[in-house]
């Protein structure tokens, strides 16, 4: 497992979205690509009901708060989406009236929230999820209707501010709960999911719209009680993410949707000890995932990747001495770089650290909240090079839960690595290389408080270097004639360490 790497991460100040004094009980944001605008829903008691209510942030600057939901009942379980640019949001909510549940919606354009709208008339309705098109033209949406067995999978579409009727993704006596959903960008293919009930446990299905019509729902997981199913569409099909309960222990497991169908399901937490809180996104035809997992008497929060060709080496991104979890990710356009946030226990209080991914290490991480306002349940929406983003939590004032945010930046690269904590590593020594016919082996002797070592080969006159992390202490790379110049640098829970580097030249053969 490696460890991050020096800590790369700048904040703003940090500021309140919702209203002083008003008590935020659940609460669900967007963004748009660059992350210039976003928009933050959140539910709060007025006295009489519990409303649904929402900001949006234009060019550094948050806007008047809007109540969506009506007077006339208790809204819940809100959520909302954004297309590309910004301008356009879509938010969805439960409205409980009496003993009815009915799904409710709001279209965002220009600046301004639409027309209050209800989708379809289900009045057992909970547990909404959206998505959007890049456009902002389309939405989907899909809930949970009925009680006890009869409970189903409904989904219904959204064009241009107005909903069809909506369908069944499952049938009804099949108790079908906890439904995830995620729409292509251009609106032509969708996948969801959810948990049903069979043989004694809810188990995970899931459902492909390609264009026309949902498949037959495939089951992707047998035999064993799951929770917290996620799923992610990628150019050639989708990815699944779920934990399993097999044995008294959870674990993580991941399967993938191609040519139509799904994998044989994959473990993908390291075994002997419980794993939490799963969360996916996906790129073009890579997936990246967090997760938190119990170690020595706390939680750690973890990592993994797939371009497309298979899970990478699970990664710690939080520090190994702070009991870390509910940690979410957010990946740039080519899934080449990231940001993750998750929640820090110190002692009673909470704080929110996070981290950046870059040229395939985790940064250390950075406290991104105060300590002693009980900070908690992050998120992070990261721009497309995932340089810059916008990162949300909930704060406390005394006994009331605030929604606070602020804006988390890349640093140069090569930061000094924390203050305190474990020690930052020391420099490499007796850097060498043999040179080959046709390659170039490095050696080095070992930095203290070093567990793997950031290599990076650049070639004179060339865009580019090649950079790869080891945990020995060579590593070999293929070359032609010409000049280059070989960095290492020693990375541990502490940081990254002063980097030595030394000049070669490979002659013409």
């Given at each position: 497992?490696?460890?991050?790497?020096?800590?790369?991460?700048?904040?703003?100040?940090?500021?309140?979205?919702?209203?002083?004094?008003?008590?935020?009980?659940?609460?669900?944001?967007?963004?748009?690509?660059?992350?210039?605008?976003?928009?933050?829903?959140?539910?709060?008691?007025?006295?009489?009901?519990?409303?649904?209510?929402?900001?949006?942030?234009?060019?550094?600057?948050?806007?008047?708060?809007?109540?969506?939901?009506?007077?006339?009942?208790?809204?819940?379980?809100?959520?909302?989406?954004?297309?590309?640019?910004?301008?356009?949001?879509?938010?969805?909510?439960?409205?409980?009236?009496?003993?009815?549940?009915?799904?409710?919606?709001?279209?965002?354009?220009?600046?301004?929230?639409?027309?209050?709208?209800?989708?379809?008339?289900?009045?057992?309705?909970?547990?909404?999820?959206?998505?959007?098109?890049?456009?902002?033209?389309?939405?989907?949406?899909?809930?949970?209707?009925?009680?006890?067995?009869?409970?189903?999978?409904?989904?219904?579409?959204?064009?241009?501010?107005?909903?069809?009727?909506?369908?069944?993704?499952?049938?009804?006596?099949?108790?079908?709960?906890?439904?995830?959903?995620?729409?292509?960008?251009?609106?032509?293919?969708?996948?969801?999911?959810?948990?049903?009930?069979?043989?004694?446990?809810?188990?995970?299905?899931?459902?492909?719209?390609?264009?026309?019509?949902?498949?037959?729902?495939?089951?992707?997981?047998?035999?064993?009680?799951?929770?917290?199913?996620?799923?992610?569409?990628?150019?050639?099909?989708?990815?699944?993410?779920?934990?399993?309960?097999?044995?008294?222990?959870?674990?993580?497991?991941?399967?993938?949707?191609?040519?139509?169908?799904?994998?044989?399901?994959?473990?993908?937490?390291?075994?002997?000890?419980?794993?939490?809180?799963?969360?996916?996104?996906?790129?073009?035809?890579?997936?990246?995932?967090?997760?938190?997992?119990?170690?020595?008497?706390?939680?750690?929060?973890?990592?993994?990747?797939?371009?497309?060709?298979?899970?990478?080496?699970?990664?710690?991104?939080?520090?190994?001495?702070?009991?870390?979890?509910?940690p979410h990710v957010s990946v740039s356009?080519?899934?080449?770089?990231?940001?993750?946030?998750?929640?820090?226990?110190?002692?009673?209080?909470?704080?929110?650290?996070?981290?950046?991914?870059?040229?395939?290490?985790?940064?250390?991480?950075?406290?991104?909240?105060?300590?002693?306002?009980?900070?908690?349940?992050?998120?992070?929406?990261?721009?497309?090079?995932?340089?810059?983003?916008?990162?949300?939590?909930?704060?406390?004032?005394?006994?009331?839960?605030?929604?606070?945010?602020?804006?988390?930046?890349?640093?140069?690269?090569?930061?000094?690595?924390?203050?305190t904590g474990p020690k930052r590593p020391?420099?490499?020594?007796?850097?060498?290389?043999?040179?080959?016919?046709?390659?170039?082996?490095?050696?080095?002797?070992?930095?203290?408080?070093?567990?793997?070592?950031?290599?990076?080969?650049?070639?004179?006159?060339?865009?580019?270097?090649?950079?790869?992390?080891?945990?020995?202490?060579?590593?070999?790379?293929?070359?032609?004639?010409?000049?280059?110049?070989?960095?290492?640098?020693?990375?541990?829970?502490?940081?990254?360490?002063?980097?030595?580097?030394?000049?070669?030249?490979?002659?013409?053969?």
């Open positions: 497992m490696a460890s991050p790497t020096a800590a790369a991460l700048s904040l703003d100040p940090e500021t309140t979205v919702s209203a002083p004094g008003q008590n935020v009980t659940s609460w669900e944001t967007a963004a748009s690509r660059d992350t210039s605008r976003a928009v933050a829903l959140w539910r709060r008691f007025d006295g009489s009901h519990e409303r649904i209510q929402a900001r949006n942030l234009e060019a550094g600057t948050w806007g008047p708060t809007a109540i969506l939901s009506p007077s006339t009942g208790d809204g819940g379980s809100p959520q909302v989406a954004m297309s590309a640019s910004g301008t356009t949001a879509v938010a969805v909510w439960k409205l409980e009236t009496g003993g009815t549940s009915i799904i409710q919606a709001r279209w965002f354009n220009n600046g301004s929230w639409g027309p209050l709208q209800q989708i379809g008339s289900d009045v057992a309705a909970a547990d909404p999820e959206v998505d959007i098109t890049d456009d902002g033209d389309t939405a989907l949406v899909v809930w949970r209707n009925g009680t006890g067995a009869d409970r189903v999978i409904r989904a219904a579409w959204g064009h241009h501010g107005a909903w069809d009727a909506p369908s069944g993704l499952t049938s009804a006596g099949t108790d079908s709960v906890t439904p995830d959903v995620d729409l292509s960008g251009d609106g032509s293919r969708a996948v969801a999911i959810w948990r049903r009930y069979a043989g004694g446990v809810y188990s995970v299905e899931a459902t492909e719209w390609a264009g026309s019509t949902w498949s037959p729902p495939q089951w992707l997981s047998a035999s064993a009680q799951t929770s917290s199913a996620e799923v992610g569409i990628t150019d050639t099909g989708a990815v699944a993410a779920w934990i399993e309960v097999r044995d008294g222990t959870y674990r993580v497991l991941s399967a993938r949707r191609s040519a139509g169908t799904w994998s044989q399901e994959n473990v993908l937490s390291p075994p002997g000890s419980n794993a939490y809180t799963p969360m996916l996104v996906t790129r073009g035809p890579a997936a990246s995932l967090v997760w938190s997992r119990d170690v020595g008497g706390i939680r750690i929060v973890e990592a993994s990747a797939d371009s497309g060709s298979g899970w990478s080496t699970v990664q710690l991104l939080s520090r190994p001495e702070e009991s870390s979890y509910d356009s080519d899934a080449a770089s990231a940001m993750a946030v998750w929640t820090v226990a110190t002692g009673l209080d909470r704080k929110v650290a996070g981290s950046r991914y870059a040229n395939g290490v985790w940064e250390a991480p950075a406290d991104i909240s105060s300590v002693g306002q009980l900070a908690g349940n992050p998120v992070v929406h990261a721009n497309s090079a995932a340089t810059s983003g916008v990162g949300f939590w909930r704060g406390r004032d005394g006994n009331v839960a605030l929604l606070r945010t602020t804006r988390v930046t890349d640093q140069a690269d090569g930061g000094t690595g924390p203050v020391a420099a490499v020594s007796r850097l060498r290389t043999h040179i080959t016919k046709s390659h170039v082996r490095v050696t080095w002797r070992s930095a203290a408080d070093a567990t793997s070592y950031r290599v990076v080969l650049k070639k004179r006159g060339k865009d580019g270097s090649r950079v790869r992390v080891v945990r020995t202490l060579s590593t070999k790379f293929a070359v032609t004639s010409g000049r280059f110049r070989v960095t290492v640098t020693g990375l541990g829970s502490g940081g990254r360490g002063p980097a030595v580097s030394k000049s070669f030249r490979v002659p013409r053969r």
